[in-house]
């Protein structure tokens, strides 16, 4: 385990101790690396995603080590399949205090803006866009009776400096961080707080198909000159779920090595 992430786990220990969380898009990549440092810090978390076998060994992995740990069923472009999720996450938890929406698709990749067709656009409209409210709409009943409940949006920097030949997927995120924006305001009477992160380009499998030449764009322009791994986004985000941030609302953090700054 690399240092950054025992620091991150030593960092949350306690914080989030017992506390209930739902992330999507758990089985692999950042959202993996959410789930076993949210396990690792003593919270209870139900993940959901459309690669079940992933999910079911991660799930299985965390709890042989004695994690309170557990994989469902969910795919974000079927409104049934989020609210059947939400509820049994609720279910086994007895409640649910947070939520990570991580889970995303690109299909958009390596295409200028008119070689993209309507049902790509689509489809990555209905997964990260439409997939992502109604699993806030979905959480919200559960978040408010938590009395500290929070929801973390993870978007992208992509669209904060216009990435080109990613168009669906950069629209996708824009729309996010607005959804936050106004998702605070709106979850806010309740207590719920709102974020998002954006990260830059992170070194994971689900980023295989990123060209050389992307990598090299972003490590050059960091401020921080090196690799950006997932240690390095699950700490910022793990922190928006503390009591320590429950006055942070509406708000999105770049976490990029300086590649894009507020």
């Not at 385990?1 to 306690?14: I, P």
Request: hydrophobic share 50%; proline share 3%; net charge negative.
């Amino acid at each position: 385990m690399r240092e950054s992430a025992v620091s991150a786990q030593s960092a949350m220990q306690g914080a989030l101790a017992g506390r209930r969380v739902i992330v999507t898009g758990g089985a692999r990549g950042l959202g993996a690396d959410f789930v076993t440092t949210l396990a690792a810090a003593g919270a209870r978390v139900v993940f959901g995603d459309v690669l079940h076998e992933a999910g079911e060994a991660l799930a299985q992995s965390l709890a042989a080590q004695g994690h309170d740990v557990a994989f469902a069923a969910l795919d974000l472009a079927q409104p049934d399949s989020i609210a059947a999720f939400v509820e049994h996450a609720a279910q086994r938890m007895g409640g649910i205090d947070a939520l990570i929406n991580n889970a995303a698709i690109t299909n958009s990749g390596g295409k200028f803006a008119h070689e993209i067709s309507v049902p790509t656009w689509d489809a990555v409209m209905d997964v990260n866009v439409r997939g992502t409210w109604l699993m806030c709409t979905a959480a919200q009943r559960f978040l408010a009776d938590s009395g500290r409940g929070a929801i973390v949006n993870i978007a992208s920097d992509t669209a904060l400096w216009g990435a080109p030949k990613l168009l669906a997927y950069v629209a996708s995120k824009g729309a996010v961080i607005a959804m936050t924006h106004s998702l605070a305001r709106e979850f806010g009477a309740q207590g719920i707080t709102v974020n998002a992160i954006a990260p830059g380009l992170t070194e994971v499998e689900a980023t295989a198909y990123v060209p050389a030449e992307r990598h090299a764009f972003y490590l050059d322009g960091r401020a921080l000159q090196r690799a950006q791994v997932p240690e390095d986004v699950t700490g910022p985000v793990l922190f928006l779920l503390t009591d320590a941030a429950r006055f942070v609302t509406g708000q999105l953090l770049p976490v990029n090595g300086g590649f894009v700054m507020n």
